[in-house]
């Protein structure tokens, strides 16, 4: 049993006969399919829709409009949690980057935000990336004080941090604040409390 890695269940089943009938349907079935071709016909469906969904992601991040960057990698978690999702316009894009079609709320210690626009989240960089409206819209805050977005912006210890847009805001206690080009980065920090 330790060699087959079985549990008791399994050698019951394989001393009774119990499983015969499906282990002979599936020889039988590998004996009429030509699996080469079906392995070869899946790989190369799964090929397209990586593809696919390369370019969904694309398109979604080339909007006009400013791109939000929200991290959680300086943070313990390193990551987002998924507060809030539409499972129906999830897709995944690759084994570490998914894109909401719709919207979601990401939330990490001390960061949290609410995308109603298409997002891309990388969970091995920590990231969520997402064009959320024209630069006029938005309003981003620092300890309550309005900041202007301008090229070359830099605060490395932002406290309070908010931003709002039509359809997007994110919220952080502490956070390095960045904005170069059309790319507005909030990397969230640890906080001492």
Known sequence: MMSQNQSLQDALAEATGLDDPTRAAYRAA????????SIAESSARV????????????????RPG??????????????????????QNHLQVSPRVQ????????????VSAE???PSVHDDEA????????????LKLTVAGNAVTLTAGLLLERATDVRLDAPRA????KLARVSFDGRTLGIVALPSAD
């Open 30 to 37: 590998l004996v009429r399919l030509d699996t080469t071709r």
């Open 47 to 62: 090929t397209g829709l990586v593809a696919l969904r390369r370019r969904q992601v694309d398109s979604v991040l080339s």
């Open 126 to 137: 920590g990231t969520v990336r997402a064009v959320v409206g024209q630069l006029a819209d």
């Open 115 to 117: 995308f109603a626009v």
């Open 99 to 110: 894109m909401q079609t719709r919207w979601w709320r990401p939330c990490a210690g001390g």
């Open 169 to 172: 805001n994110a919220s952080a």
């Open 66 to 87: 400013v791109l939000v960057e929200l991290s959680a990698k300086e943070l313990p978690t390193g990551d987002f949690n998924a507060c809030g999702f539409d499972p």
